[in-house]
């Protein structure tokens, strides 16, 4: 090395100082550098020399972004946060966003590389996440703080998995749930409103679930009951027994079960602690006078095979209520009169029921609440040409039959 020194072969020194000692490495970079050239190769010498603050040095003064880059491929955390802060801007500077992040993360300015991924759209993998993460005999309110930071950037990158993990690890359960809401994954909904074991978290589970199609899945809507009873969210689950109620009537005419669920959202109501006890009082009013409605249907309809004449009775009393719809269909009242009539083959009675449904609800399918064949009978046996009772006339619905589903067990 003295000699390609000596007679300036400077491509040849190179070769032979990297197989050389440190001393004689660092002898032959100091060459390279009162030479005023060849900056990649004294920088290459440093760093291979264990002079690493000076390689880096070198390669900022001169812009050697080649030769940065080899160099901090293979630093880790043995060397000084301030060095590895300095290279992390200079990445940065050259948009080197990632390379940033990682040496940011080697001299554990955790919150930092957090704001380039950010600001940056650097997504936050499993990994990258854990990278993050504080050490495990850190303070626990920097781990509160850079924990809720790393669920932060997830939520707004979309990992709400991830995002819900680190909220956990934050001791935030709170938005834990908030982000696994909007994941949308109902199973770890249930799993992690059951194993949380606060009221808001099950009263959120519950607002969740009742977005679904709970009319279709009685494991749904036994975790609405259990969560909102849990939370002990009373008015909540009044109206959402109030809600079971209204689908037994619009689904599937069973007023009966209505009748039970509103029973249930009627006790419910009565042990709730509002704030606004005026308005309470309101609710438990209409509740009670629903119910009321109800038992008068459901009493007429069972009175049917023991008296037809009084179930008939009780059925035009009701249709005098002056706010029968609030509790009971008057179509469905309707409907089931018309068809005893036609049954019973009082035609022209039948008819007369069915032209007061028309008037009461004009709007309405005549089909929703009167079987079609019934219908058909009676336009035949009253003489009509004109379709006035066809169920084919448009806005007439085909019936649906569904199946009831099991009883809810009130």
């Keep these: 090395t003295r000699l390609c020194r000596a007679n300036q072969f400077d491509n040849e020194l190179i070769s032979y100082a990297m197989y050389s000692t440190e001393e004689d490495m660092v002898i032959c970079a100091r060459y390279y550098e009162e030479t005023g050239a060849n900056w990649d190769k004294a920088i290459m010498l440093y760093h291979k020399s264990g002079q690493v603050g000076r390689a880096l040095e070198l390669a900022f003064e001169h812009q050697q972004f080649t030769a940065l880059q080899h160099i901090t491929s293979n630093l880790d955390s043995s060397v000084e946060p301030e060095t590895l802060h300095t290279c992390a801007q200079f990445f940065l500077e050259h948009q080197q966003y990632s390379k940033a992040v990682d040496l940011l993360l080697l001299a554990k300015k955790y919150l930092e590389a957090l704001d380039i991924c950010i600001d940056k759209h650097i997504s936050i993998t499993e990994d990258l996440a854990e990278q993050i993460s504080p050490e495990k005999d850190s303070e626990p309110e920097y781990k509160r703080v850079l924990f809720e930071r790393i ?51 099950y009263v959120m589970a519950a607002n969740y679930l009742q977005r679904l199609d709970w009319r279709k899945d009685p494991e749904i809507m036994k ?53 606004d006890v005026g308005t309470q009082e309101a609710k438990i009013n209409f509740l009670k006078r629903r119910i009321s409605l109800l038992k008068k249907f459901v009493q007429a309809r069972r009175s049917y095979e023991e008296d037809v ?37 009082d035609y022209q009675k039948a008819y007369h029921l069915v032209q007061e449904l028309k008037q009461r609800l004009p709007t309405a399918s005549l089909a929703y609440y009167v079987n079609n064949t019934v219908l058909e009978q009676i336009k035949i046996n009253v003489g009509l040409d004109e379709p006035n009772l066809d169920p084919n006339t448009p806005g007439i619905e085909e019936e649906i039959e569904e199946e009831i589903p099991e009883d809810f067990g009130f």
Excluded: W
Aim: proline content about 1%.
């Design 151 to 201: 669920g932060e950037c997830c939520m707004l990158q979309g990992s709400y998995h991830l995002a819900t993990k680190k909220f956990t690890q934050a001791g935030n359960r709170v938005k834990a749930m908030r982000a696994l809401l909007k994941s949308g994954d109902t199973e770890k909904i249930i799993f992690f409103a059951g194993v949380s074991r606060q009221k808001e978290i």
């Design 223 to 275: 975790n609405i009951i259990t969560f909102y009873t849990k939370g002990r969210a009373l008015e909540s689950l009044s109206g959402f027994y109030d809600a079971c109620a209204q689908v037994e009537i619009d689904e599937y005419q069973n007023y009966e079960k209505a009748l039970g669920a509103l029973s249930e959202a009627l006790k419910c109501m009565n042990k709730a602690k509002m704030q």
């Design 309 to 345: 004449d009084e179930a008939m009775k009780q059925c035009l009393m009701l249709l005098e209520e002056p706010d029968l719809e609030s509790g009971v269909r008057s179509g469905d009242i309707y409907g089931f009169m018309v068809e005893h009539y036609a049954t019973a083959g």
